[in-house]
């Protein structure tokens, strides 16, 4: 919980959170709630802050949609992974240089993308806090959250089932359309028969270093001739977590050497 709060403070700091943003040690000040002891009927946890209303307001604005998808008992379908990857490469197969630039997409950043990646930050925190209570770990318990800013809001209540589709809704995962990145690649795993190969890829666009993940071993060869090129021209998918990408930060995913 006082990960989210955390996760708040920075949006409502700078309008928008990045991947492994930290607190200041200025700042640690005033996200510190008064926690009371926790009272009886299983654990209830009681904590406060004056002026932190802001901060609950956005914590309550983030993960009130994703609340709101898993009560009703549905999720979005978007295909699996697979075929998304399926269709993003014969994508590029057809586009080949026509292929839109990772540079694009700093120059005009999808503001979605922004906006729902800050609210998972926040969301995610409140996943991990939720899925104790899933069915293979404690069926028939229930965790509700109440949160108090301008002004109550309506509670949060999740049962098994419901902490189960909210988990789905917080790491969902898809592939955004397909882009042209200049990279270098700065280490290069094989993988093996529990993980899927990954690289560490020098992003030159934005000068940070990312995960690219691979789809199996014809995705390792393809790349491993370059793996001490100076730079190399790759088609990739941004990889979008709950519908949120960190264009600085954010994982990609490996289509092919263009």
């Given amino acids: 919980m006082q990960r989210a709060i955390d996760r708040a403070y920075l949006v409502q700091e700078y309008g928008e959170v990045w991947k492994h943003a930290r607190l200041t040690a200025e700042q640690y000040a005033e996200t510190e709630f008064i926690a009371d002891w926790p009272r009886e009927g299983g654990i209830i946890l009681d904590a406060v802050r004056e002026g932190a209303g802001r901060i609950m307001d956005r914590v309550n604005a983030a993960v009130r949609p994703i609340f709101d998808r898993s009560a009703q008992g549905g999720l979005d379908q978007v295909g699996t992974l697979g075929q998304q990857l399926l269709q993003r490469r014969n994508y590029v ?11 694009s997409l700093i120059d005009a950043p999808p503001q979605a993308w922004s906006d729902a990646y800050s ?26 959250i109440e949160l108090q800013g301008s002004r109550w809001h309506p509670r949060l209540e999740f049962d098994a089932a419901r902490a189960q589709r909210f988990h789905q809704a917080a790491s969902s995962r898809e592939l955004a359309a397909p882009v042209r990145v ?21 992003n030159l666009a934005t000068n940070r270093e990312v995960t690219l993940h691979m789809s199996g071993e014809a995705d390792f060869l393809a790349l491993h001739p370059y793996h001490t090129a100076e730079s190399v021209t790759l088609y990739v998918c941004p990889v979008l977590e709950a519908g949120g990408f960190d264009l600085n930060g954010g994982d990609l995913q490996f289509l092919a050497v263009a």
């Fill in 182 to 202: 200049d990279a270098r690649i700065r280490s290069l795993d094989s993988g093996n028969r529990f993980a899927k190969p990954k690289a560490k890829i020098l």
């Fill in 119 to 144: 609210d998972r930050s926040i969301v995610k925190e409140i996943d991990q806090l939720v899925i104790q209570i899933t069915p293979d770990r404690h069926e028939g318990s229930t965790v509700v």
């Fill in 93 to 103: 197969a057809g586009m080949r240089g026509r292929t839109a630039t990772f540079q």
